[in-house]
């Protein structure tokens, strides 16, 4: 069985496939001068064209794993969130504190889903 | 292929099921009073409640991810966890510290397991 | 569908196989007394023994997720990782910080890979 990697890079792939699975690396927001709000929508629109790129879909998320670097961002996050999701396909998610690579990162959210 | 969700949620779902492998939310306790052996023991009575639901059981776990609010708490958490794991069948793991949500949460662990 | 599980102990096994995907418990320096460059390399040192012994490889992972105990230890990290993956193979990543159960561990891994 093949393993299909997508934005592959020296040091990461953004995509990897293998089975129907679909693994992200873990995304962020590219402009980290945005409060939690924004920098969790960037995220979730990082999300959005890589599950698209993969065949797969906000829908189809099987774990998401967050981490924030501040857990009173934790209600504002959960609110672009929450609008973000798809009702009745909601995903298994776990939320911790975590410093994160570069201080002005707020957010960081480990995807996987399956594809379509 | 389809994603079978249970215990689904406006935020998240408790459980999502994709090709036999079942992928729960982080689990914490739901008395946050007591000590890490007490929440420790709820965490896994969850963890055992929703893998009964989607058909599978603490013999089949394939990773658990445990978060512990204080690493002190090792030791303690392990005590209960060796109990409760089911011997020759214990499943890969890995434990590190990272502030909870709830302040009072000692313990989160994010289990992934294969359906019977 | 049976679960294959490797290096098994009372606490955790250090493989476990299931449908072609390969979960490795988190990996962790036997000498934590080198520096960061030493302590990734045996890190991924395990890593390869273990895939090797899972059927799989370093060209076959699917997500890595790596707490250091220091964030200021990412560039050296990165260096020895680098300089150990395979070229167009690379998988997804996240890396964030987490203090770890051994004071002296400065890097764990976690793997997720696929058979070969």
New interface residues.
Partial sequence: ?N?E?LH?????????I????V????QVADDASQDIGGQTAQVLAHVDRLLNDAGSDRG????C?I?LAD?AD?PAM?QV??AW?T???????????????NPDWLI?M?V?A?RK
Same sequence: chains 1, 2, 3.
């Fill in positions: 069985m393993i990697r592959v890079g020296p040091t990461l792939s953004e995509v990897a293998y089975q129907g699975t693994w992200l690396a873990g189809r998320i099987l774990m794993q981490f857990l934790f959960n969130w929450n999701v009702p009745g396909q909601t995903p298994p998610r776990a939320t911790v504190q975590a410093a994160l690579a960081e480990v996987t399956a």
